[in-house]
């Protein structure tokens, strides 16, 4: 089962306490983008076996948004951050980067 820590109030908290929010970081178009952003903004995700950056909501706790590092073959959970953060923290990706020498990095 996975086991994920809220940023904001602390709990270690079972994947049933949370809601999934998909993929983080993900960039959003305003009004005036193209078609093909549109497109791309709402039905192409990198789905990737291995280190993946996904949104959560403490849905029966605290109730807010946060973010997760993980793996998604194994369920090892790297780290947890603020959902307002822009990209995952460098201390993150260090520690991503030390369990996962080949892994490519934060696109």
């Not at 904001?8 to 993929?23: F, H, R, S």
């Not at 970081?25 to 193209?34: N, T, Y």
């Not at 807010?64 to 959970?77: N, Q, S």
């Amino acid at each position: 089962m996975l086991t994920l820590t809220c940023p904001y109030c602390g709990a270690t908290v079972e994947e049933t306490e949370l809601a999934p929010g998909g993929e983080a970081h993900l960039k959003r178009f305003g009004p005036g983008a193209s078609d093909a952003d549109f497109e791309s903004y709402m039905f192409s995700r990198k789905n990737p076996k291995g280190v993946h950056f996904e949104r959560w909501r403490h849905a029966y706790g605290c109730g807010k948004w946060f973010l997760a590092a993980r793996c998604t073959a194994t369920l090892e959970v790297f780290g947890t951050y603020p959902a307002q953060t822009t990209e995952p923290p460098a201390d993150l990706v260090a520690k991503i980067k030390e369990k996962r020498p080949t892994w490519e990095g934060y696109e």
